[in-house]
């Protein structure tokens, strides 16, 4: 099985430069649908999906390999050596910051700058450091989660199949917007919100632009500040945009931070 | 498709329709409905909330106004709500069927299903978003115990592979244990044997004679018990029967040596033989013995004594053809399926009783051949032949 059919890989845009960019947990690389399309003049995007998350090969998933974030991040190597990128920006969302973190370590080469979009280092509370959760909440999320994927995943995509007047919906709800194994989703959110990146972020060589939300209860304004501070001459933007994901919620605001930057 | 007659207008249906008196009131229907209203900016901010859900809550309506959504919902249920509705909303438009927690002001979890849908400008920018909420805490509470279901089954299941595992482990550990053991018995046997045949070369008298050959006879039943025992456990192993064909040799006299063993072991019971082998015979030599050894040996154990037991082996038409027949009680049909099955005993006295894989062996070693081990059983007879075809 090749690397892009793993993850799924679509290459867009005319560009010389490459835009890579990773979607975070709970949904797939729609989460961009706003936004890449606005670089692809300028730059050859690449979207993919995690192993687990929308048209990516489920078989290829394996607990062991993606019990922490290196596995995802080994994944954005394969993808970048496969597509030969170098010197590419890193665009990632939420817990995807930090794979490309990740990522632009094992592979300094491959990507020059890195855009995160609500990062954070880590989301349990930790001593002096806030990471807005504890670790019960998180718990709570785990099992909540359980709950809802069982009428989500497997029941919801045919019942909307069915509604012959508009089968353009079904087809794609079924083919896109979010899918995922509602298994491999809970070891993903564990993986998630259990992850600690804080000490890799001093390590951080590459350019990077922190996009931070307002009032985003996923990562808070407190938590951008302190990537901000660990990564070295790294840049933070707080955005008008509200909730945690901007790149959907106010595509205009994102684009334009980013070009600003790229 | 075909329209439908409940979607006609009545006055098409009645020449006199009924009219009601009752009109809807619309304030009233969205105020007190049988389900929560709340409608969202797209920032998330509350504008408007029915009575039904402030009620549900605790707070008034206009208490209510410019929290967030987030404010309702349990930490779970945001975080949720975050990272899955809101970008499946702003995507497609719409939500249906969200399991959800409400926090009332008490502290109190509600469980509601929500749906929503996000009114859009001409340019797909949200205007807002409308959620009605359901109040679920029944179909929440069977989902529960479905799950809980659910991961009960898989971790019995999980369990039962863990003591299959154990299990197997245990099985090949005891199979290599008796491997070993039986050839650890050859040695001493091999020792008694040849003590019997030194005493054996001075004059005894005849009671003295007697018991050493039976000695004798009695260290060869056992090489076939433990040359079984040690077939089986190597069957098992994974090393099967192996063969080593000679078909220079003749095989006749390997099988008189077999009938004269058991004649001498056994001079009370009579065994008739009649062996016609014309063409070499492409089978190992020592392996034919043990089957016959083997099939004799059930024979004489469950053939009625006062009846001879017979051997027959003949070459005829390309094919190698040997049965052993006895007199006596047939094979019971219950337990025909299970005759060559390893550790298979019919009903005898527990002193007769061997480990029931004389005749599992026999099998075994007939398939090695690629041959047949079959059985006919009547009040007449009860027959074991094995074919081999002689080409091979």
């Known amino acids: 099985m ?20 990773a979607h975070g947990f709970g949904c797939d690389q729609n989460m961009w649908r706003f936004v890449a399309p606005a670089f692809e003049k300028d730059f050859k995007t690449v979207l993919f999906d995690h192993v687990g998350a929308g048209g990516s090969d489920l078989s290829a998933y394996d607990p062991a390999k993606y019990s922490t974030l290196s596995g995802y991040a080994d ?49 349990i509370d930790d001593g002096d450091y806030k990471g807005g959760f504890s670790e019960k909440q998180i718990d709570e999320l785990l099992e909540f989660l359980e709950a809802n994927h069982m009428g989500w995943s497997a029941q919801m995509a045919p019942a909307i ?100 930057f790229v | ?44 901010r509350i504008f408007k909330v029915n009575r039904t859900l402030s ?56 469980p509601v299903i929500a749906n929503a849908t996000e009114r859009r400008d001409a340019e797909g920018r949200a205007i807002s978003t409308r959620i009605t909420l359901l109040k679920a805490t029944d179909r929440r509470r069977y989902e529960r115990q479905l799950l809980d279901a659910r991961d009960q089954s898989r971790s019995a299941e999980a369990a039962a592979q863990i003591s299959l595992q154990n299990e197997r482990e245990t099985s090949e550990l005891r199979e290599q244990f008796i491997a070993v053991l039986g050839h650890d018995l050859r040695n001493p046997l091999a020792s008694i044997s040849a003590g019997a045949r030194i005493l ?14 039976m000695m004798e006879t009695t260290v060869v039943r056992m090489s076939g018990l433990i040359d079984d025992i040690l077939d089986f456990a190597r069957g098992r192993l994974g090393g099967g029967v192996t063969l080593s064909r000679d078909a220079e040799r003749a095989l006749g006299p390997v099988l008189q ?36 050894s083997n ?64 005749l599992h062996i026999a099998s075994e070693i007939a398939k090695a051949h690629e041959g047949t081990l079959t059985v006919k059983s009547s009040a007449d007879e009860t027959r074991f032949t094995f074919l081999m075809p002689l080409r091979s």
């Not at chain 2, 094919?319 to 099955?341: K, R, S, T, Y």
Request: aromatic content about 6%.
């Open chain 1, 75 to 123: 994944d954005v190597v394969e993808i970048g050596r496969d597509l030969g990128l170098q010197g590419a920006v890193f665009v990632g969302h939420s817990v995807s910051s930090m794979v490309g973190v990740l990522a632009s370590l094992k592979a300094p080469a491959m990507f020059s700058s890195l855009v995160l979009v609500g990062p954070s280092a880590r989301y």
């Open chain 2, 257 to 292: 040596q077999v009938v004269d063993e058991l004649r001498a072991a056994m001079p009370d019971r009579k065994i008739e033989s009649d062996f016609q082998i014309a063409d070499p015979v492409n089978c190992d030599r020592s392996r034919i013995g043990q089957l016959v």
């Open chain 2, 200 to 213: 054996l070369r001075t004059p005894k008298n005849e009671a003295e004679t007697r018991v050493l050959r």
């Open chain 1, 161 to 260: 199949m069915g509604n012959a007047d508009r089968p353009e919906l079904g087809e794609e709800l079924t083919n896109s917007f979010c899918r995922t194994d509602p298994d491999i989703a809970r070891d993903f959110a564990r993986v998630t919100f259990t992850s600690d990146s804080r000490l890799d972020l001093s390590k951080v060589t590459a350019p990077t632009l922190i996009l931070q939300c307002s009032e985003d209860i996923i990562a808070s304004t407190e938590v951008g500040e302190y990537v901000q501070r660990s990564i070295p001459g790294s840049k933070l933007v707080v955005l008008a945009a509200t909730g945690h994901c901007p790149n959907l919620s106010a595509p205009d605001e994102v684009i334009s931070a980013m070009r600003a």
């Open chain 2, 295 to 358: 099939l004799l040996g059930n024979a004489l154990t469950h053939g009625a004594s006062d009846k001879p037991v017979r051997v027959f082996a003949s070459t005829d038409h390309g094919v190698f053809e040997l049965w052993v027949a006895n007199a006596g009680d047939p094979i019971p049909e219950a337990a025909m399926d299970q005759l060559f099955q390893p550790f298979f005993r019919g009903q005898v006295r527990t002193s007769e009783q061997g480990l029931g894989l004389g």
């Open chain 2, 55 to 110: 009620n549900w809550i605790g707070c008034a309506p206009d208490q209510l106004v410019g929290k967030r959504l987030h404010d309702l919902l349990s930490i779970a249920g945001r975080m949720f709500y975050e990272t899955h509705i809101a970008p499946l909303l702003r995507m497609q438009g719409f939500f249906n069927e969200v399991a959800l927690d409400l926090i009332t002001e008490k502290g109190e979890r509600l």
């Open chain 2, 1 to 44: 498709m075909k329209s439908s007659r409940r979607c006609a207008p009545l006055s098409e249906m009645m020449q006199n329709p009924p009219s009601s008196s009752i009109i809807e009131d619309l304030e009233d229907l969205y105020e007190n409905a049988p389900c929560g209203y709340l409608s969202l900016e797209p920032s998330g």
């Open chain 1, 2 to 21: 090749t690397v892009s059919v793993r993850n799924n890989v679509h290459v867009k845009g005319t560009g010389e430069r490459a835009m890579l960019f």
